[in-house]
């Protein structure tokens, strides 16, 4: 079972961003661990997991749990356009012995609640009896999955553990809220309040390359610092997210290229240089 | 032993002639193309802080810290650096920036308004929301600290020559250290690098009734507003509204009257207090405002484009490059300032780890 802060890492790639650059995994997970977070969600938003050719995604997941050991958990995210695509990904992670599968709304068609039900169904049961999480995100999925449709997953899926759940704002984010199920915050802005309100930690893309601020909130929320955290995602979001937090990683030394696989792009000088003096404040 | 030529007796090609000699160079000469310390480095606020977001960056920093602790009073005060916020934006920026820094070794605090009054006594903390806070930085004297190097660096037998330009000494390795004038001194030898100049002003106060010698440099971090101690006066910038390039050293006159008001309102002591004087002077900034280190041709090495923040670097750079040169590899890595990485005028960097 997953728990506190998550980071919902980057995926290390090379050569422009066309293939998965696998040499810094290592030295990127020891920073996530070193700063005191419980796990990390591989694959994700953040981690370009849709973009990937599931053999890409594959060997991202062995890396991520590979060097993890007993550290961190590996949550891996294998949603995919297909149910088929799905399953293999859901059954390849545990295989790999991650410790949770997270599995998003297929993007593009808007699906009943049967076809949705029988999708997530047979995702968590290719994983079983590993700890399932459905992951809801309207704004990416193109839908909001009905909280029904969980109720109904409950009955199916035993291994149905909780959701990571990136909706927002908060009356968007709290019908999720469901009793007996873990929550884990999404948006950081939502974070303080979905923990005040019973969500069991936080899987974060601001955590990252900020894993230490974003713990830091998780671990002792106030409204003041949840405040701030998010308007450190604000500014990071204002950029191409996923270069910006690479390069950002580099910065740390964590040593990873900016590369990012297209149809999402890279920082222009201008963007990468306002992103340096965020980091390093103005010349005084 | 071939014979090294540095070009520009500021505060970087000060250290580095002087890291030469220290080095056991023998045939190092350290020209000007007016005085000694004339340039850039005179006009300088001289911030020396730690508080950068790269392991490479902070070791520079942590390596001229040192070496500007051994220097000492009146050459430098550890009085640190103080980063405070009046917003929760501003706040959430300085926090960030703390987690990267500490992360990277630099012992960093955080401050709360009360604090603040207690680390900066003077500053007005009613809008004041929070901060962060280096005590290993401090504030140093540009000038006295060149001016130093350069009277070192000719005991060990460097040979100083003022008011000659580099590529009127015949070099085996030309140094090119000219700050904002950088572009030009590389082109008289057939190398090329992309320095513009940028003007910043600072302005000086009179005395100030009152000033505690323990005020540490003091930063508006929503305004970039920032002043220090010098002497009995404070010493204080904010960069311009907008930009101005150039090579033109004016002051604008404008402003003064807007910084005098925020000092009076940050600074309540400095109520009575008018303008001494104001000068401008010129950074040299690179497109991503990091410097440029390294072999920009066959026989022409550059330490340049440092944007603003080579006073502060200067010791450790003099010492990479000294060695670099001597020895071909420094043991501080400069492999983030290669000239190499400017090359390319599209941007894309994708692959550069920096």
Redesign the interface.
């Given at each position: 079972m997953l728990k506190g802060a998550l980071a919902a890492a980057v995926t290390p790639l090379r050569d422009g961003g066309e293939a998965l650059d696998e040499a810094p995994f290592g030295a990127y997970v020891e920073f996530l661990a070193t700063a005191g977070l419980d796990g990390v969600l591989a694959l994700g938003t953040t981690g370009e997991g849709i973009l990937l050719h599931p053999d890409e995604r594959r060997r991202a997941a062995e890396l991520f749990v590979a060097s993890a050991g007993e550290r961190l958990d590996v949550a891996v995210h294998c949603g995919a356009q297909t149910t088929r695509e799905t399953i293999a990904l859901a059954r390849h992670a545990a295989e790999t012995g991650a410790a949770a599968v997270a599995v998003i709304g297929p993007p593009y068609y808007p699906l009943d609640e049967q076809a949705l039900l029988a999708h997530f169904s047979a995702a968590a049961q290719a994983c079983a009896p590993l700890p399932f999480y459905l992951y809801e995100f309207a704004d990416r999925s193109g839908y909001a999955v009905p909280v029904s449709v969980i109720e109904r997953l409950r009955e199916q899926a035993p291994n149905l553990a909780g959701l990571k759940v990136s909706d927002a704002p908060f009356d968007r984010f709290s019908p999720y809220l469901l009793e007996g199920l873990d929550v884990f915050v999404g948006p950081e802005a939502l974070i303080v309040e979905g923990l005040e309100r019973g969500a069991a930690g936080a899987v974060s893309g601001l955590a990252s390359a900020f894993p230490d601020l974003v713990g830091e909130l998780v671990r002792n929320p106030s409204r003041a610092t949840g405040k701030r955290v998010a308007a450190v995602r604000a500014r990071l979001q204002a950029l191409p997210f996923q270069a910006a937090l690479k390069r950002t990683l580099a910065r740390r030394g964590v040593p990873l290229a900016e590369a990012v696989r297209a149809p999402l792009r890279g920082l222009t000088a201008d963007e990468r240089r306002d992103l340096d003096t965020f980091l390093d404040g103005d010349t005084i | 032993m071939p014979r090294i030529v540095v070009g520009g007796a500021g505060a970087i090609g000060a250290s580095i002639a002087y890291h030469l000699a220290l080095a056991g160079a023998e045939d190092v000469v350290l020209v000007d193309r007016d005085t000694v310390g004339s340039g850039a480095t005179s006009k300088a606020?001289g911030?020396v802080?730690q508080?950068?977001?790269?392991?490479a960056?902070v070791r520079l920093a942590q390596e001229s810290i040192r070496f500007f602790e051994e220097l000492g009073p009146p050459f430098f005060d550890q009085v640190g650096y103080l980063?405070f916020a009046t917003t929760?934006?501003g706040?959430?920026?300085l926090?960030?920036?703390r987690?990267?820094q500490?992360?990277?070794g630099v012992p960093v605090q955080r401050l709360d308004p009360g604090e603040i009054a207690e680390t900066a006594p003077g500053v007005a903390v009613d809008d004041v929301v929070g901060g962060v806070f280096c005590a290993e930085d401090g504030v140093a004297d540009p000038s006295a600290v060149t001016r130093e190097l350069v009277r070192r660096a000719v005991e060990l037998g460097v040979d100083l020559l003022e008011r000659t330009a580099l590529d009127e000494v015949e070099a085996d390795i030309a140094v090119v250290a000219c700050g904002p004038h950088s572009g030009e001194a590389a082109k008289r030898l057939g190398a090329e690098v992309a320095i513009r100049p940028l003007r910043r002003q600072l302005i000086e106060t009179g005395p100030v009734p009152g000033l505690h010698e323990a005020l540490p440099?003091t930063?508006e971090?929503e305004t970039?507003f920032?002043f220090r101690r010098r002497g009995d006066r404070l010493i204080l910038?904010m960069?311009d509204a907008r930009p101005r390039w150039g090579e033109e050293e004016t002051v604008d006159e404008s402003v003064l009257g807007d910084r005098l008001e925020r000092l009076r309102a940050r600074f309540p002591a400095a109520g009575d207090v008018e303008i001494s004087r104001a000068w401008a002077g010129l950074?040299d900034m690179t497109?991503?405002?990091?410097p440029v280190i390294g072999w920009l041709g066959e026989g022409v090495y550059a330490a340049c484009g440092f944007?603003?923040?080579g006073f502060m670097q200067s010791p450790a750079v003099g010492r990479a490059v000294a060695e670099e040169l001597l020895n071909g590899q420094s043991e501080l890595d400069l492999t983030p300032y290669r000239p190499e990485r400017l090359a390319d005028a599209t941007?894309?960097?994708?692959?550069?780890?920096?």
């Open positions: - | 606020m911030g802080r508080q950068f977001s790269t392991a960056e980063f929760a934006a706040l959430a920026d926090e960030a920036r987690h990267v500490v992360g990277l440099m930063v971090t970039g920032h910038a960069a950074y497109r991503d405002a990091h944007s603003g923040h941007g894309s960097e994708e692959e550069v780890v920096l």
